[in-house]
């Protein structure tokens, strides 16, 4: 994918001013993509630490994913190096060795970030409603914001994931495509109260609910030009109503 050239205005921000904190943490099983179609088996990626303290590691990671996404976004991540990464961090680069091994360990944290941030709006939609149209409605809403407050991590994603290691690729592609799963169940679950949507395929639908909301990210030199809220509200409305599904009536 060509790269995303980003024109910023400082009188328009489509970020919102805060940003959760990111939590990096040791990967937990993902799914794998198995030789039958739609089967996922167990996999584990875990980034090695020389450091015992996880509260330690947890707190340098998040520095070390800030700093690599600020440089990636800047040079590129096949001219970043690690004394780059350590030095936009704060950190010498042989501190920068007990917390990841190399260079790739650092873009996949980032990108483990990102997807883990995914999976935690869906569970928080999950817990939060107990109605599938709400459910359905909730997690697009919270995926349309992470595009928006996460926007680097999304350009990032989807300009560098071909840098990563063919295991770590498939370790993170396997993990995009189960939360696109997710999504499917939700679809699914729908249909089974509220009836079928336009769409007969679940999985397709599910692909337009989690991919289409990532133009608010890479599409963000334009956009930016619009009112944030305003742009969001209108592509979900847009992706509900290609749907059939109603649009959520305002509050």
Same mark, same amino acid.
């Given at each position: 994918?060509?790269?995303?050239?980003?024109?910023?205005?400082?009188?328009?921000?489509?970020?919102?001013?805060?940003?959760?904190?990111?939590?990096? $943490?040791?990967? +937990?099983?993902?799914?794998?993509?198995?030789?039958?179609?739609?089967?996922?088996?167990?996999?584990?990626?875990?980034?090695?630490?020389?450091?015992?303290?996880?509260?330690?590691?947890?707190?340098?990671?998040?520095?070390?994913?800030? +700093?690599?996404?600020?440089?990636?976004?800047?040079?590129?991540?096949?001219?970043?190096?690690?004394?780059? !990464?350590?030095? /936009?961090?704060?950190?010498?680069?042989?501190?920068?060795?007990?917390?990841? $091994?190399?260079?790739?360990?650092?873009?996949?944290?980032?990108?483990?970030?990102?997807?883990?941030?995914?999976?935690?709006?869906?569970?928080?939609?999950?817990?939060?409603?107990?109605?599938?149209?709400?459910?359905?409605? #909730?997690?697009? $809403?919270?995926?349309?914001?992470?595009?928006?407050?996460?926007?680097?991590?999304?350009?990032?994603?989807?300009?560098?994931?071909?840098?990563?290691?063919?295991?770590?690729?498939?370790?993170?592609?396997?993990? !995009?495509?189960?939360?696109?799963?997710?999504?499917?169940?939700?679809?699914?679950?729908?249909?089974? #109260?509220?009836?079928?949507?336009?769409? $007969?395929?679940?999985?397709? +639908?599910?692909?337009?609910?989690?991919?289409?909301?990532?133009?608010?990210?890479?599409?963000?030199?334009?956009?930016?030009?619009?009112?944030? #809220?305003?742009?969001?509200?209108?592509?979900?409305?847009? !992706?509900?109503?290609?749907?059939?599904?109603? /649009?959520?009536?305002?509050?």
């Amino acid at each position: 994918m060509t790269r995303v050239s980003e024109r910023r205005s400082k009188s328009v921000q489509l970020v919102p001013a805060s940003r959760p904190k990111i939590r990096a $943490k040791n990967h +937990a099983p993902l799914a794998v993509k198995g030789s039958a179609a739609g089967e996922f088996s167990p996999m584990k990626r875990v980034v090695a630490a020389q450091v015992q303290s996880e509260k330690l590691v947890l707190d340098r990671r998040e520095r070390i994913i800030r +700093a690599a996404i600020t440089v990636f976004q800047r040079q590129g991540f096949h001219t970043t190096t690690t004394a780059d !990464i350590a030095h /936009e961090a704060g950190l010498t680069q042989s501190n920068l060795y007990n917390y990841v $091994k190399s260079k790739q360990d650092v873009l996949f944290l980032v990108c483990e970030h990102l997807v883990g941030t995914y999976d935690a709006l869906l569970d928080e939609a999950q817990e939060r409603y107990e109605d599938p149209y709400t459910r359905l409605v #909730e997690a697009l $809403k919270s995926v349309t914001g992470v595009m928006s407050t996460y926007r680097d991590e999304v350009q990032l994603l989807y300009n560098e994931t071909h840098a990563l290691e063919k295991r770590d690729r498939v370790v993170i592609l396997s993990s !995009i495509s189960r939360f696109i799963g997710r999504f499917e169940t939700l679809v699914e679950n729908y249909e089974r #109260e509220k009836g079928q949507i336009k769409l $007969k395929d679940p999985r397709l +639908a599910a692909n337009c609910l989690s991919f289409v909301p990532a133009m608010i990210a890479l599409r963000y030199w334009d956009l930016v030009l619009h009112n944030s #809220e305003r742009a969001q509200d209108q592509i979900i409305r847009f !992706i509900l109503r290609g749907l059939g599904i109603p /649009e959520p009536t305002p509050e």
